[in-house]
Nanobody, 128 residues
Framework: QVQLVESGGGSVQAGGSLRLSCAAS????????MGWFRQGAGKEREDVAA????????SYADSVKGRFTISKDNAKNTLYLQMNSLKPEDTAMYYC?????????????????????WGQGTQVTVSS
């Protein structure tokens, strides 16, 4: 059973930066497509960024393109989301997620196959 544990959330002023981390079970980051999605209070889930198993392809939602960067360290089994130039509208619970399939590609900030597992989330609050 894959386990994912997010960390790095917090409160920051607009324009600031945060780096989210997702500690994954062994071999997860090197084997499967992974990504981040977020859900604000009263809002629908929004796929934010994704990276394929090989780390050769990334995809971002238009709302974060140019500000967020997804990356991973397979040796540490950790997925990251570097968030710069944060805006109040980025306020949400952020979740790390993984698919079941290594062949998943990425598009529009998500993996092309459904996420099978996600973590408990980490809260990001951006004040104006």
């Amino acid at each position: 059973q894959v386990q994912l544990v997010e960390s790095g959330g917090g409160s920051v002023q607009a324009g600031g930066s945060l780096r989210l981390s997702c500690a994954a079970s062994r071999y997860t980051t090197s084997s499967f497509c992974m990504g981040w999605f977020r859900q604000g209070a009263g809002k629908e889930r929004e796929d934010v960024a994704a990276i394929n198993y090989a780390g050769t392809m990334t995809s971002y939602a238009d709302s974060v393109k140019g500000r967020f960067t997804i990356s991973k360290d397979n040796a540490k089994n950790t997925l990251y989301l570097q968030m710069n130039s944060l805006k109040p509208e980025d306020t949400a619970m952020y979740y790390c997620a993984v698919t079941k399939y290594s062949y998943s590609s990425v598009v529009s900030g998500s993996c092309t196959t459904s996420y099978a597992t996600w973590g408990q989330g980490t809260q990001v609050t951006v004040s104006s």
